[in-house]
Structure formats: C-alpha cells, structure tokens
C-alpha cells in the first residue's frame, strides 16, 4: 500500500535540523510556556535563598533548607513541570499541523495529563535507574524503550500502563537509531550548556542551583525532536499523517487550509513553510 504521509520519514541529522527550525519559528512562546511551567519551582529557590540569608547557613546548611522547602512545595513544584511538558509537546504538535500556540491552552492540556504522564514517567524512571544498577546494558534497553513515552501520553491519550508498551512498539526495530538519537540530543545538551554549568557550579550556595535553571535553555528544543522523533517512526512503521493525527486530537482545529471535505486539513508544514523532507 503506497505511503502517502506529508510526513516523510527523516535521517537524525534531518530531524535535528527541523527541528532547529521549528524552534527558533516558535521561540517566543515556547520559552514562555518554560518560564511558567518552572514557576513553582523558582518560588522555592528564592523562598530557600531568603530563608538562608536570614537564618545565615553555610552551603550545607542552605541544602537542608531548601530540602525542607522542596518537601513543603513539592506538589505544586511538579504540578507547574508536567503541566509544561504538556504545553511544550502540544505547542509543537499545533506548529507542526499549522495551528496557532495558544500557551494559556496548553497548559490546561498539560494538567489534565498529569495522572498517566506522572506515573508512566515515574514507572519509567524506576525501571532504567534499577537497570543501570543492576548493570548498564538494561539500563540502556529501558530508557531506550521508554524514550517517547511523553509524546505518546501527550499526544495519543494513553494511560500509563499503556504508554510504557506504545513508546516500546514505537522503538521496536530502530532501537539503536533511538538509542543514537538520544546520544546526540545529549550530546547537542551538554554543546549548549555543559561548559557553562560546569563554571557555575563552582558559585557558592547559588552555583548548584543555577545549574539547574541551565536545563531550561534546552528543554524546549528537546521537547521539538523528541515530538519530530516520535512523528518520524509512526511514518516510518505505520504510515500515519500530521493531517490524520490534527483531525483526531482536534474535533475545531484552527489554522491550516481547508482543502477537499469540510474539516480536512493540510499541516503548513505539507505546503513547505516547515520543511519535512
């Protein structure tokens, strides 16, 4: 059966560069859903830093505080990233299907995912730390395995349990192009900021957590492969189009052109505006 998806599969180095694309078309507002996604977040930095300047620790001491401070504010902490998560994978699913990022509805997106995508993740995690325990090689058939369990959550609305096999089934006969794929990503991180954090780091009581905030720099971009990665292998394994995927998650899609019945819609990125092939 011939394959007629606008989406047409991609080398790694073709993905990257899309993606780049993508990510500096849309950098505004996927900065912005960051931002606000790591609200609670910062709100804990900057209680701990205050609460260390009045009580006057040392380093060790301002851990604890902020251990304390995590242990308070943990909820709304992880609330605030996996609503992010969410809006950053919608984001570049409305861009590539040529709606408009709407960052308010994106993140009402990412929080009614946040049961399956907490556990799935959480599930995930367990699995490849326990594997890389045990010896390295599980650890790396895991978190390979497990490597698009975001966007399949996201983006399919699939519960935990069934995440963890879809991101499998999606692997399943490219799992050392995946597992390629995230050594690059890692790699392209650590170009980015590595260099950076690692001078940082050094700072007294700020430099650790500093270092953390790094990570936001390379989030978005990460969130765009990834979402381009998991596109690519359900062209590759099952054909499917952007269009079909637009159709099915959006009963009122807006944006795109409307071409033959009523409802049916072309990504821009088929009309060339996002390179995809």
């Known amino acids: 059966m011939p394959n007629n998806t606008y989406f047409e599969p991609m080398g790694i180095g073709e993905i990257l560069d899309v993606g780049i694309d993508l990510f500096k078309k849309n950098i505004k507002k996927l900065y912005m859903i960051t931002f606000l996604g790591y609200l609670p977040f910062a709100a804990i930095i900057i209680i701990a ?28 902490a992880v609330i605030g990233l996996v609503a992010m998560q969410g809006a950053l994978f919608k984001a570049c699913d409305d861009s590539l299907a040529g709606r408009e990022i709407v960052v308010k509805e994106g993140l009402r997106f990412g929080l009614k995912r946040f049961f ?13 730390a326990f594997g890389y325990l045990l010896l390295i090689v599980p ?15 996201f983006l399919e ?12 089934e ?15 990503m890692g790699l392209l991180g650590f170009a980015m900021i590595g260099a950076l954090s690692q001078v940082i780091s050094i700072i007294p009581v700020i430099g650790p957590i500093a ?42 899609p807006q944006g ?4 033959g019945s009523p409802g049916e819609i072309v990504p821009d990125c088929a009309k060339g505006d996002v390179p995809l092939a």
């Open 49 to 76: 830093v205050a609460a260390a300047a009045v009580i006057g620790v040392d380093e060790s001491g301002f851990m604890i505080v902020f251990g304390l401070i995590i242990l308070i504010l943990f909820i709304p």
């Open 116 to 128: 399956p995508y907490f556990v799935a993740l959480l599930l995930s995690g367990l699995a490849t």
């Open 139 to 153: 650890g790396i058939l895991f978190q390979t395995w497990f490597f698009l369990i975001s966007p399949v959550v």
């Open 157 to 168: 609305d699939t519960g935990y349990a069934s995440a963890l096999g879809r991101s499998r």
């Open 170 to 184: 999606l692997v399943k006969g490219y799992f050392w192009r995946t597992f390629g794929f995230i050594v690059v």
């Open 211 to 252: 270092g953390v905030f790094m990570q936001i720099a390379i989030m978005p971009l990460q969130a765009v492969a990834t979402t381009l990665y998991y596109y690519n292998q359900k062209a590759i394994l099952e054909g499917h189009d952007l269009k079909l995927r637009a159709d099915y998650l959006y009963s009122q």
């Open 256 to 259: 795109g052109t409307q071409t």
